[in-house]
């Protein structure tokens, strides 16, 4: 519930808190005054009757609270004490008196458990003592909301209705108490680092308010902050974010506040995720959902690591013969090349690879050929076949060569492996004999007749 509606609810006119203790003074006995129906309640004197009256007719909150001291020092003892408490709780809020109302509000309900202002004054206030609340008045705070939330029943009947509300209000006030209370029994649980707890308590709390949006903010906030204990409830986290960011129906947070959190999003899901790819659809999947669906789920660095891992074991085991050229790949790119090369490759005699032609130096009765090993059409295999070697023929590009040799050389960019290679040690070449050019018969010189 948005804490706006509370706070109005809290502001309904001090006035009329003043006019209803007024309204009780004025039915009683005056000095000279005969009534038709005698008062449940009098002044003890004419000098208690003006000190109630100046109460209620003062602007000033600093000096009623001075006239309130007076009347109590002077009239410790007053059937009008339940009213006296009230005005004093009505002025400390009004003064923003957190510390002194939330006493007030403690000795109120002493007397009315289920005081419905008292009550709701301790909700409000403790959290405007300190940050954060002392822990006594934080379990205080905790017994109040469990009692709002528990036996609304018995709070919301007629005869405890506060004088300044009307029964309207009385009624619609019922269902949103609860819901605040229960959030706040999640901030007190957040207050205490007790983030596994407070994300049991806001989550019933959306559950009783699902779209709103600081409630959802409130649940991402606890259970990021468990990411080294919980890692695992991170998607969670990043859902109720977005949900917070793009919801923008009744209960969401202002608009400025939704850019601020999509922001914070991106970085978030780029951390857990490696990049932003799927955030687009997280967003529109939790601007349409209050909570996340039962498959819900995001794949972390470590799981798309662990896949990729998952994937390569299963390409080496069905082609060990790639393995082994991507390793030497690898090595030949890594951060010590030439050390790699030197204890690795140069002068090793390799096992035999397969690949595709790419080109053939010269194209007829070749000398060199660079072969694509790990890609179509990459060439990242060079063979140089011994000296005095040739292979017969021409042989079109594309056609897959299988060879064995010796590593001679390399280059790391771009990446090319250097082989010396017996021509024996080739199969697959299927080059043709390019027929030779008939010479043109000698032109011969006619005789002189």
Sequence with gaps: MNEVVVFKINRINMKKIALALVSTMVLLAAQDGKPADPPKKTAKDQQELDLITAIGKETDLNKKLQTLDKWSQAYPQTELANERQAEYLATYQALNKPREAVNMANEILKRDPNDFTALRAILINVFLIANPPPAADLDTAEKVANHFVNDADAIFV????????TPQQWTDSKQPMRAFSQLRIGVIYQLRKDNERAEVEFGKALQMTPNDSQIAQA???VILAQNKTKP???????????????????GSLPAANRQQLQTFLGRAYNTYHGSAEGL??????????ATPPADFHIDSTKDIADAKNKADEEARRKNPMLALWTDLKTGLTGSDPDGFFNASVKEVGLPKFKGTLVSAKPETRPKELVIAVEKPGVGDCTLKLDEGQFLPGKMDPGGEIEFEGVGTAYTKDPYMLVLTVDKAKITGWTGKNVPMQKKAAPITKKKAQ
């Design 219 to 221: 649940l991402a906030t």
């Design 232 to 250: 695992e409830k991170q998607p969670l986290a990043l859902f109720y974010y977005a949900r917070a960011a793009a919801y923008d129906g009744p």
């Design 158 to 165: 007629d005869a405890n209705k506060p004088a300044y509300m």
């Design 280 to 289: 687009d659809k997280l967003l529109a999947l939790a601007k349409a959902n």
